[in-house]
T-cell receptor
Framework: GQQLNQSPQSMFIQEGEDVSMNCTSSSIFNTWLWYKQDPGEGPVLLIALYKAGELTSNGRLTAQFGITRKDSFLNISASIPSDVGIYFCAAIQGAQKLVFGQGTRLTINP | ETGVTQTPRHLVMGMTNKKSLKCEQHLGHNAMYWYKQSAKKPLELMFVYSLEERVENNSVPSRFSPECPNSSHLFLHLHTLQPEDSALYLC?????????????FGPGTRLTVL
């Protein structure tokens, strides 16, 4: 089936540093989504991307839909303690069915 | 209540028990989903209901039985589960015809099967 390869699997950074993570696939997708999951909670949608090449920001978060439609990245600038959590990419080719990456666990040292 | 709610938040059950998970969405959406999240594995889609009809069943074992009585409520009935079924079960909803790819998740039910 379709798979998303998300990297890195984990990151340990200092507060204030920038963060970058990405997802790649051998399949073409029409939509890329980025979610964040806090411990004991469900994933929360951060950014949705609907057009190849699209660059979208949400506060300190910036995500891009790769021009080949096979990848996407998420950047977090000037990280703060509340950025800690697991970040998931997700992609969809048809209606109503998301495929998820394995997640990137972000840990921040104060 | 707002968003997507799930009850119970935690459940411990034996392999011979029967239990049900409940999900309710307060967003006016018309599609609902069940996902399974296991440690170190991507979220796995289990069931999709669109306009109260099941449209997706991802080869889920019959010991999991979904029910969608209306567009706001979704249940997952569990019986004779196995220890490997222990996981976080997440419910989500979206609006078909809108930005339907934007699924909104509940907090999940942490299930432990003994």
């Amino acid at each position: 089936g379709q798979q998303l390869n998300q990297s890195p699997q984990s990151m340990f950074i200092q507060e204030g540093e920038d963060v970058s993570m990405n997802c790649t696939s051998s399949s073409i997708f029409n939509t890329w989504l980025w979610y964040k999951q806090d411990p004991g909670e469900g994933p929360v949608l951060l950014i949705a991307l609907y057009k190849a090449g699209e660059l979208t920001s949400n506060g300190r978060l910036t995500a891009q839909f790769g021009i080949t439609r096979k990848d996407s990245f998420l950047n977090i600038s000037a990280s703060i303690p509340s950025d800690v959590g697991i970040y998931f990419c997700a992609a969809i080719q048809g209606a109503q069915k998301l495929v998820f990456g394995q997640g990137t666990r972000l840990t921040i040292n104060p | 209540e707002t968003g997507v709610t799930q009850t119970p938040r935690h459940l411990v059950m034996g392999m011979t028990n029967k239990k049900s998970l409940k999900c309710e969405q307060h967003l006016g959406h018309n599609a609902m989903y069940w996902y399974k999240q296991s440690a170190k594995k991507p979220l796995e889609l289990m069931f999709v209901y669109s306009l109260e009809e099941r449209v997706e069943n991802n080869s889920v074992p019959s010991r999991f039985s979904p029910e969608c009585p209306n567009s706001s409520h979704l249940f997952l009935h569990l019986h004779t589960l196995q220890p490997e079924d222990s996981a976080l079960y997440l419910c989500a909803s979206s609006q078909v015809g809108g930005r339907e790819n934007e699924q909104f998740f509940g907090p999940g039910t942490r299930l432990t099967v003994l």
